[in-house]
């Protein structure tokens, strides 16, 4: 069975740093493109960064600069380093996956993806 847990979230302060994991079970992280977004209170969730299966990478203009996402196969981890955090970024974060081998790019669009983890909270406080 397919399953994505995310890890790494809690509580920051202004300008501090987190790194989000998402580790992958029940499947080979290699051959899909991962996603990351995330939902605050009242809003629609967003597409934060993206890694295709061949390493493009894609991130939502506010983050370009301030998170980095990486993925290593061998430990079937994609991972969301966040650093310079701002109340902003106050927001569950979820990480997807989309079958997309030998893909070269990737997409922040919700609906390209179809498998979800359960999300872990991120707070940054003032």
């Known amino acids: 069975q397919l399953q994505l847990v995310e890890s790494g979230g809690g509580l920051v302060q202004v300008g501090g740093s987190l790194r989000l994991s998402c580790a992958a079970s029940?499947?080979?992280?290699?051959?899909?493109?991962i996603g990351w977004f995330r939902q605050a209170p009242g809003k629609e969730r967003e597409g934060v960064a993206c890694?295709?299966?061949?390493?493009?990478?894609s991130y939502e203009d506010s983050v370009k600069g301030r998170l980095t996402i990486s993925r290593d196969n061998a430990k079937n981890t994609v991972y969301l380093q966040m650093n310079s955090l701002s109340p902003e970024d106050t927001a569950v974060y979820y990480c997807?996956?989309?079958?997309?081998?030998?893909?070269?790019?990737?997409?922040?669009?919700?609906?390209?993806?179809?498998?979800w983890g359960q999300g872990t909270q991120v707070t940054v406080s003032s």
């Open positions: 997807s996956a989309t079958w997309t081998p030998l893909g070269s790019s990737c997409r922040r669009d919700s609906y390209a993806y179809d498998s």
């Open positions: 029940g499947f080979t992280l290699a051959n899909y493109a």
């Open positions: 890694i295709s299966s061949r390493g493009g990478r």
